[in-house]
C-alpha cells in the first residue's frame, strides 16, 4: 500500500545535538513538506520541496535543514541553533494537481532532554 | 500575513448536532480543508470546498461561501469517538499544495 513512513515516532535529543527525522513516500508524490505542530498551535510550516534537488524555506526554517536527492525522501535535520525543538513533526506530501490536499505521515515527537 | 481562524475549544454531548466556524482572510484562494486529528496522531482528510455551497460526506458536512470568506464543518450524531482536534486549511493556489493552516478546535463531545 502506498503511503508516507515517519521515523522514529519518538525521538530524545540532548541539547547541543543534531537530529535527523526521516520522511519517505512511495506515492509517487512531487511534493513534500515538514510542518511543526505545538500544542494549542496550528502546523506551521518549515520547509518544502517541489521536485528533486530543490526545496524552499517556509514560515519557520531557521534552526532547520533539508535535503531532497530522492523524489521519495525528505529527511529533516533539526540542528543545535533550534532553541525550543520540543514539538510534534509531521511530513506530508501531495500530487500536482489543486484540490487533493496531504497525505500526511504518522509523526515524529521530538523531546530535548 | 494569512489570517485564519477557528474557535479554540468546543463541547457537545453524544447524539447532538456541533458546528465549527473557519474564517479566513488570505490572498489567493483555491479551496478550504478540513483535517481531523486525534491527540499524537497525523491529520486526516475530512472534506474539501472549492465551490460555495454545502458538501454532504455521511455525519458530517462541510460549507463555504467564499464571498464572506467562511466555512464551516457540521458534525451530525456525534459519537466519543469523534472527540478530536478539526483543522481548517486553506490551499492559496500560490505554491503547489501548500496549506495555510488554523490553529485548530478542540472538541470534546461528553456521553
Known amino acids: 500500500d502506498g503511503g508516507i513512513t515517519q521515523s522514529p515516532k519518538y525521538l530524545f535529543r540532548k541539547e547541543g545535538q543534531n537530529v535527523t527525522l526521516s520522511c519517505e513516500q512511495n506515492l509517487n508524490h512531487d511534493a513534500m513538506y515538514w510542518y511543526r505542530q505545538d500544542p494549542g498551535q496550528g502546523l506551521r510550516l518549515i520547509y518544502y520541496?517541489?521536485?528533486?534537488?530543490?526545496?524552499q524555506k517556509g514560515d519557520i526554517a531557521e534552526g532547520y535543514s533539508v535535503s531532497r536527492e530522492k523524489k521519495e525522501s525528505f529527511p529533516l535535520t533539526v540542528t543545535s541553533a533550534q532553541k525550543n525543538p520540543t514539538a510534534f513533526y509531521l511530513c506530508?506530501?501531495?500530487?500536482?494537481?489543486?484540490?487533493?490536499?496531504?497525505?500526511f505521515g504518522s509523526g515524529t515527537r521530538l523531546t530535548v532532554v | 500575513g494569512q489570517n485564519i481562524d477557528q474557535p479554540t475549544e468546543m463541547t457537545a454531548t453524544e447524539g447532538a448536532i456541533v458546528q465549527i466556524n473557519c474564517t479566513y482572510q488570505?490572498?489567493?484562494?483555491?479551496?478550504l480543508f478540513w483535517y481531523q486529528q486525534h491527540a499524537g496522531e497525523a491529520p486526516t482528510f475530512l472534506s474539501y470546498n472549492v465551490l460555495d455551497g454545502l458538501e454532504e460526506k455521511g455525519r458530517f458536512s462541510s460549507f463555504l461561501s467564499r464571498s464572506k470568506g467562511y466555512s464551516y464543518l457540521l458534525l451530525k450524531e456525534l459519537q466519543m469517538k469523534d472527540s478530536a482536534s478539526y483543522l481548517c486549511a486553506v490551499d492559496r493556489g500560490s505554491t503547489l499544495g501548500r496549506l495555510y493552516f488554523g490553529r485548530g478546535t478542540q472538541l470534546t463531545v461528553w456521553p
Open positions: 520541496s517541489q521536485i528533486v534537488n530543490d526545496f
Open positions: 488570505t490572498s489567493g484562494f483555491n479551496g
Open positions: 506530508a506530501s501531495s500530487i500536482d494537481q489543486a484540490g487533493y490536499g496531504y497525505t
